[in-house]
């Protein structure tokens, strides 16, 4: 929750430079989120695969942070679809709710079972691959049937 807040002042000064979404409506802030999300699995995937040193104390901080923010973008959802905006969620979003919540309580099952097994010290990268593999799984999952693109 804090590390939100404490991006929201910068988050809003770049998005209204480019004149998108205003940064406090709720789909400014749940796009502000899974940005957030996407920097912080993209770094703990670049350390799986090489692309990032791996080191065993910032693979476990990250997995803490993703799995904080994995808890947050989906109250940003309101019960009745917001007008306006350039949101790529469907419409599907509210039309099939149950199905929704369902793909976002996988994803915090995923990113949860990602800070159990990087609490295994010292940490092995080979046992990360699967759980890692899980959150990103749950990302596309919920992308493929909620996301225009
Ligand atoms: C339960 C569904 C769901 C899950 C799980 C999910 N997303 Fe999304 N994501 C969405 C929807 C819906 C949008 C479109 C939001 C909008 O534009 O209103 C979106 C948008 C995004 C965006 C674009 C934000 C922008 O700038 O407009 C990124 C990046 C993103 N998600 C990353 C992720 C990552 C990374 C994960 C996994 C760690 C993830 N998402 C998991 C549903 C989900």
Request: proline share 5%.
């Amino acid at each position: 929750m804090k590390s939100r807040y404490l991006l929201l002042p910068f988050l809003a000064l770049t998005l209204t430079a480019c004149g998108e979404v205003d940064p406090n409506s709720p789909q400014g802030q749940r796009q502000a989120i899974f940005k957030q999300m996407l920097k912080v699995s993209e770094d703990l995937g670049g350390m799986l695969r090489g692309r990032i040193p791996f080191k065993t104390e910032e693979f476990g901080a990250g997995a803490k942070q993703l799995d904080r923010l994995t808890r947050t973008p989906w109250q940003h959802f309101p019960q009745v679809r917001e007008e306006g905006g350039e949101s790529r969620a469907k419409d599907e979003v509210w039309q099939r709710q149950e199905r929704f919540r369902q793909l976002a309580r996988e994803m915090e099952a995923s990113t949860a079972a990602l800070v159990d097994a990087s609490a295994a010290v010292p940490l092995q990268r080979a046992d990360l691959a699967a759980p890692m593999q899980r959150v990103e799984d749950s990302c596309k999952a919920c992308h493929e049937e909620f996301r225009a693109f």
